[in-house]
C-alpha cells in the first residue's frame, strides 16, 4: 500500500468518524429535546430539569450539560420549536381552504386549538407565570412568529376581514383576543371549577367567531 492510499483511508475513516459522532449528537440533543417536552406537557416548568431529562433520556448524568447551558436554555429551545410548530400549524389552516372560513378565522382557530391542545408549552411562552431567561433561539423564534401574525394581519386588512388601522395596534388587539380564549380553560382548571365548565374543542368556531365580529369592520 502506498502513502498516499494509506493517507486517503486514513482520512475517509476520519470523516466517517467525524460524521458518525456528529449524528450521536444530534440525535442526543434531539431526544433531549423530546423528553424535556413530554415532561413540560405532563408537569410544567417546574416538572424539567437536566437531572430529570437526562434520566428519562436514558444519557448521563453531566449529558445534558454538553448540550445545554442550564434550564433556561433547554425550556427556551422546547419553547423556540412550539412557537415554530404553532406558525406552522397556522400556516397550513391558512392553506386548508376546504371549509369557506376566512384565512384569518382558519389560522386563528388553529391558534387556540393548538394553545388548549399544549397547554403548558402556551403557557411558558405566554403565560407569564414561569419566566425564563431566552436564549438566542428563542428570541429568534418569537422574531420569526411575530412577524409572521403581523403579515396574517396585514393580509386580513387588505381583504377586509379585520378592521383598518395601524397594525402596530391592531396586531395586538387580535392577539389579545386569542390569548384570552388561549387561556381561558387554563384559568378554569386552575379554579377547580367542576369538570365540563370550560370549553370543549367544539366550543372554538363558535365562540371564536363570536370574538372576531368585534374586530370586524362596520
Known amino acids: ?17 467525524a460524521r458518525d459522532v456528529q449524528e450521536r449528537t444530534r440525535d442526543t440533543r434531539r431526544a433531549l429535546i423530546s423528553v424535556a417536552g413530554d415532561l413540560l406537557a405532563r408537569g410544567g416548568p417546574a416538572n424539567v430539569t437536566l437531572r430529570a431529562v437526562g434520566a428519562a433520556a436514558g444519557v448521563s448524568r453531566t449529558a445534558p450539560y454538553r448540550h445545554f447551558r442550564d434550564k433556561d436554555d433547554l425550556l427556551s429551545t422546547v419553547a423556540a420549536e412550539n412557537l415554530a410548530f404553532l406558525k406552522a400549524e397556522m400556516q397550513r389552516a391558512v ?21 388548549w391542545e399544549r397547554p403548558n408549552h402556551y403557557r411558558l411562552e405566554f403565560g407569564g407565570d414561569h419566566v425564563i431567561t431566552p436564549s438566542r433561539v428563542l428570541v429568534d423564534a418569537a422574531g420569526d412568529f411575530n412577524r409572521y401574525f ?6 386580513a386588512q387588505r381583504d377586509g376581514t379585520i378592521v383598518a388601522g395601524d397594525v402596530r395596534e391592531v396586531g395586538p388587539l387580535l392577539w389579545v383576543l386569542l390569548h384570552g380564549l388561549a387561556m381561558a380553560n387554563h384559568l378554569v ?20 367567531d363570536l370574538a372576531l365580529r368585534n374586530l370586524a369592520p362596520r
Open 150 to 155: 403581523r403579515e396574517l394581519v396585514v393580509e
Open 1 to 17: 500500500m502506498t502513502a498516499s492510499t494509506y493517507l486517503g483511508l486514513l482520512t475517509a475513516s476520519t470523516s466517517s468518524y
Open 95 to 115: 392553506a386548508d381552504t376546504a371549509t369557506a372560513a376566512t384565512p384569518l378565522f382558519r389560522a386563528c382557530l388553529a391558534y387556540v386549538r393548538v394553545a
Open 189 to 208: 382548571g386552575e379554579q377547580g371549577c367542576l369538570t365540563g365548565s370550560g370549553h370543549d374543542a367544539g366550543d372554538m368556531p363558535r365562540v371564536l
